[in-house]
């Protein structure tokens, strides 16, 4: 393929995709949202789907994660007793077709436990899953005279804890997130070792689109890290397209998957046309995509915490750009702040906090005023492409230019 190809509708596009895999093991594609890559995805899929000689059944050949593997899973909330919430398979998918032989909760209890603390047990007789969660509790007082007895009089002891264990209870969507996304990394175990006989022997081709939305730096390296370990395994058959919007998740992957063909994906020209175009040595659209996703996210009045992280090392990458030594170069002085020390002391603060990938947090009303004044005179001192910031109001109101 050549640097920059152009191709009339999605169709042309997953065709030239799968021609390509004949040749490649891994193609990672990124792309700003709303750009079709869930469109995509599909469209690869159906092109490996075919009728059998009875024309009754189909065959296909591409096992996906994208945003239809996630409405395979539906909550059944309880919402008569609110006592027994449980998790809802849709049986009529082959996504599920080695669940009640190839011991399904071992391999997702394995790949899950790294990253959350719930736990769970799949019914293959209802087709759910029901969740629970230990949590520690402080025993009644007669139980804690109890405790102190045994310790003579040392204080306090471990003894005054006890553990309890809360079952059928619903977890939150990004807990629900991670645990889909385990369960589709435990299927992807089985057909990796697949020797032509089990159920997922049909699968030649695995096409993962945006796995997990809004991940923070530490968990984004730690999820794309973790994938691409599993998809080097040197007995691996299976060849792999990756297409998301995370900046970072993609550069992980572009490091670790050294041999893939790495493209930015782009509309062009028609409403149908798209543009793939090689990203060279580098991905070099990294930091512009990174400041397009904040401009979206304040925009949308979706800002967290964490964006103080990106906002950081975007200033902290044009400032290097530029030959100086501090991010605070990047900062607009202000005339009752000449030397922006302000802003740069809240940067500093804002963007070292320990924010987690599953509970993003949202910033205070006080801090998403700074954020927004600092990323637009930022915006505003750099010549970036106007086309990228299409001006307009934001969700809370206020008015962007």
């Known amino acids: 393929m050549n640097d920059t190809n152009t191709f009339s509708d999605l169709n042309a596009l997953a065709a030239r995709i799968r021609q390509e895999l004949e040749n490649k093991k891994f193609i990672l594609i990124y792309a700003y949202n709303g750009t079709g890559k869930t469109r995509l995805s599909t469209a690869f899929k159906s092109l490996g789907k075919a009728s059998n000689a009875d024309d009754d059944a189909e065959q296909r050949d591409t096992l996906y994660f994208n945003a239809f593997t996630e409405d395979l899973f539906l909550w059944d909330n309880d919402l008569e007793k609110n006592s027994e919430r449980k998790l809802k398979l849709n049986t009529a998918s082959r996504f599920f077709a080695g669940l009640e032989s190839m011991e399904m909760d071992t391999r997702i209890r394995t790949l899950l436990d790294r990253y959350v603390d719930f736990e769970f047990l799949i ?26 007895d045994a310790t003579n009089g040392r204080g306090k002891s471990e003894d005054e804890y006890e553990t309890r264990s809360e079952e059928s209870i619903k977890i939150s969507r990004s807990e629900e997130n991670i645990f889909i996304w385990c369960f589709f990394l435990a299927i992807v175990q089985l057909a990796l070792d697949d020797d032509g006989t089990g159920p997922y022997s049909w699968v030649q081709y695995l096409y993962i689109d945006d796995p997990i939305s809004s991940l923070d730096e530490h968990n984004a390296i730690a999820v794309a890290s973790h994938l691409a370990q599993l998809l080097k395994r040197p007995e691996s058959r299976l060849k792999t397209v990756i297409s998301t919007h995370h900046t970072l998740f993609f550069n992980v992957l572009y490091n670790e998957l050294r041999n893939a063909n790495k493209y930015f994906l782009a509309r062009e020209g028609s409403p ?19 400041l397009v996703e904040l401009y979206e996210a304040e925009r949308e009045g979706r800002l967290h915490t964490h964006h103080f992280n990106m906002l950081r090392a975007i200033l902290e990458k044009t400032a290097s ?48 005023l700074y954020f927004r004044k600092i990323l637009h005179d930022f915006i505003k001192q750099y010549p970036f492409n106007p086309s990228l910031f299409p001006s307009g109001t934001t969700k809370d109101g206020s008015n962007v230019t």
């Not at 949590?135 to 102190?148: Q, V």
């Not at 149908?272 to 990174?290: C, I, N, S, W």
Request: charged letters at 30%.
């Open 321 to 368: 750009f530029h030959g100086y030594n501090s991010f605070s170069a990047c900062i607009k002085r202000d005339a009752d702040d000449e030397d922006g020390i302000l802003h740069t002391r809240l940067i500093n603060i804002l963007s070292h906090g320990d924010y987690s990938l599953f509970e993003p947090q949202e910033m205070l009303e006080e801090n998403k």
């Open 272 to 290: 149908e046309g798209f543009l793939l175009r090689k990203t060279g040595d580098t991905p070099f659209f990294h930091h512009v995509a990174a």
């Open 123 to 148: 019914d293959t007789v209802n087709w759910e899953v029901i969740f629970s969660r230990k949590i520690r509790y402080k025993r009644d007082s007669r139980s804690e005279e109890n405790a102190n």
